[in-house]
C-alpha cells in the first residue's frame, strides 16, 4: 500500500460512522443517497484506499458531487478533517478524473495574469456593443458549454487600475497587506477599492503586493495540487516582502485556503476584513445611516471554515439605523462552491433556489456576501428571477456610510 493510501486510510479510520453531519449536508439532505452523504464518501475513499473497491464513474462522481461546503466538519464530534481527506483523495486520482471546459477556462482566468488583462478588455467589449444581448439571444454560450460560466459575469464597470500602496491619512495603526484574489480585481472592483477605503480612513496602510496571484482553491479542490503549491508559494513570497500585522482578505472562499497554507508566519497573519475590523477601536456607530432591508447571507468558507461569521453581524449592526437580518443558521450552501455551479449545474441552482426563496420571504433591497463565487452566483439567480435586489461585500456598505 503506497504511503498516500496509508494516509487516507488513517483519515477515514477516524470516521465512528455516527451519522450526525448527515442532516446537515445539502447533497444527502436532496438525494437521501448514503453515497451523497459525508459517512457514505469517507467510506467510499476508506474501501478505495484499502484495495477494497476500484476506481468507477460512479466513485469519480459521488466524490466530485461533494460542495466542500464543510457542514459536516463543523458538525462532526470526531473532528474528521473531512475537507482535507477529499482534497487529498481528488489529487491522488486527479488524472482520472475529467475537468470540464468552464472549469479548465476559468482555472487558467485565475492562475494567469496576463489572461486576466484580455479577459477585462473582451468584457467590455462583449457588454458595452451588445454582444452579450445578441449572443444570449442566440443561446451561444449553451452551444458552447459555457453557459454556468456566462451567467455568472456582472455588469462591466470602467476602473481606475489599482496601485501598490495606499497611505492612511489619519492617525497610523499599522500597515496591512490586502489580498485582492484573481477575481477580485475582475468580477469586485468595487470590494477592492471599499476595503483600500475603509481600512484607510480606519487608520491602516495598505498594500496590494503585484506579485500576489490566485489563492489557489480552484486548482487544490480540482485535485490539481501542483499549481496550488506553486500558487501558494507565490503568495507567500509576495506578502512577506512587507512588514504587514494582517493580510486581509475581502473573499471567505480565499481566505479559508490561505489559513491552510503550510508557512505559519503567513497563516496567522491571515484574517477576512470584517473579522479584521471587528478587532479595531474603530466605532462604527459613528458611520451615516443606513435605509434599506439588509439580509445577510454567511458563506460556507465563513461559517464553517473560518468560524468568523459572527464578526460580520456585530460589525454591522453598529451601523445607524440599518436593518439587518441574517439567513437561517441551518441554511445551506448556495451551491456556488467554487467551480461547483459550473460541474453541477442542477444540485447547484437547487440550493441557490431554497437560499433565494429563504431569503426573499423578508423584504430585501441588499443581500450582504462575503464571498466573491456566492455574490456573483446569487446575484445571476435575483437577475434570473427579475429581482431588484443589490448583491454587495460588508465593505461596500461600510464604505458607502463613511462621512
Ligand atoms: S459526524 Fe464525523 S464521525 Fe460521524 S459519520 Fe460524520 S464524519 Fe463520521
Ligand atoms: S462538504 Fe458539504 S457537501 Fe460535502 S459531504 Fe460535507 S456537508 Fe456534504
Same mark, same amino acid.
Given at each position: ?206 498594500? =496590494? #503586493? +503585484?506579485? &500576489?496571484? $490566485? %489563492? @489557489? !482553491? ?11 503549491? *506553486? ?95 441574517? =439567513? #437561517? +443558521?441551518? &441554511?445551506? $450552501? %448556495? @451551491? !456556488? ?11 447547484? *441552482? ?54
Amino acid at each position: 500500500m503506497t504511503d498516500i493510501k496509508k494516509q487516507l486510510l488513517s483519515v477515514a479510520d477516524s470516521c465512528v460512522k455516527c451519522g450526525i453531519c448527515a442532516p446537515h449536508c445539502p447533497t444527502y439532505t436532496h438525494t437521501q443517497n448514503e453515497n451523497e452523504s459525508p459517512r457514505g464518501r469517507i467510506a467510499l475513499i476508506q474501501a478505495w484506499a484499502g484495495g477494497n473497491l476500484p476506481i468507477s464513474d460512479n466513485l469519480l462522481n459521488h466524490i466530485d458531487s461533494c460542495l466542500l461546503c464543510r457542514a459536516c466538519e463543523k458538525a462532526c464530534p470526531a473532528v474528521v478533517p473531512y475537507g482535507k481527506l477529499i482534497d487529498d483523495f481528488r489529487a491522488e486520482i486527479h488524472d482520472e478524473m475529467p475537468t470540464k471546459n468552464s472549469v479548465k477556462m476559468i482555472k487558467s482566468i485565475s492562475e494567469n495574469k496576463r489572461i486576466q488583462g484580455f479577459i477585462k478588455s473582451g468584457l467590455r467589449f462583449y457588454q458595452t456593443n451588445h454582444l452579450q444581448k445578441t449572443a444570449r439571444f442566440l443561446h451561444l454560450p449553451k452551444l458552447l458549454g459555457l453557459n454556468e460560466l456566462e451567467r455568472l459575469v456582472p455588469n462591466f464597470k470602467e476602473k481606475e487600475p489599482l496601485k501598490n500602496y495606499y497611505a492612511t491619512k489619519n492617525e497610523v495603526k499599522g500597515d496591512v497587506g490586502l489580498f485582492v484574489g484573481c477575481m477580485g480585481e475582475l468580477f469586485d472592483f468595487e470590494t477592492v477599492n471599499a476595503a483600500i477605503h475603509v481600512l484607510t480612513h480606519v487608520g491602516f496602510n495598505v498594500h =496590494l #503586493p +503585484e506579485n &500576489q496571484t $490566485c %489563492c @489557489g !482553491a480552484l486548482a487544490l479542490h480540482d485535485g490539481d495540487k501542483n499549481s496550488a503549491i *506553486k500558487l501558494a508559494i507565490q503568495n507567500e513570497l509576495a506578502f512577506s516582502a512587507e512588514n504587514l500585522q494582517a493580510i486581509v482578505t475581502i473573499a471567505s472562499g480565499c481566505g479559508v485556503t490561505l489559513r491552510e497554507y503550510s508557512a505559519k508566519n503567513f497563516t496567522t497573519k491571515v484574517l477576512d476584513i470584517s473579522h479584521f475590523l471587528s478587532q479595531t477601536d474603530f466605532d462604527f456607530s459613528t458611520l451615516k445611516p443606513f435605509s434599506g432591508n439588509v439580509r445577510l447571507h454567511s458563506p460556507c468558507s465563513l461559517k464553517n471554515g473560518l468560524k468568523t461569521d459572527k464578526s460580520v453581524l456585530k460589525v454591522l449592526q453598529q451601523i445607524p439605523e440599518i436593518q439587518i437580518s441574517a =439567513l #437561517p +443558521e441551518t &441554511q445551506q $450552501c %448556495c @451551491g !456556488a462552491a467554487g467551480s461547483y455551479s459550473l460541474r453541477h449545474e442542477e444540485m447547484a *441552482k437547487t440550493l441557490l433556489n431554497e437560499l433565494l426563496t429563504t431569503a426573499l420571504e423578508k423584504p430585501t433591497d441588499y443581500l450582504v456576501s462575503s464571498n466573491i463565487g456566492c455574490a456573483l452566483h446569487i446575484a445571476a439567480g435575483l437577475r434570473e428571477r427579475s429581482e431588484n435586489v443589490e448583491v454587495i461585500h460588508p465593505i461596500v456598505l461600510i464604505s458607502r456610510c463613511l462621512k
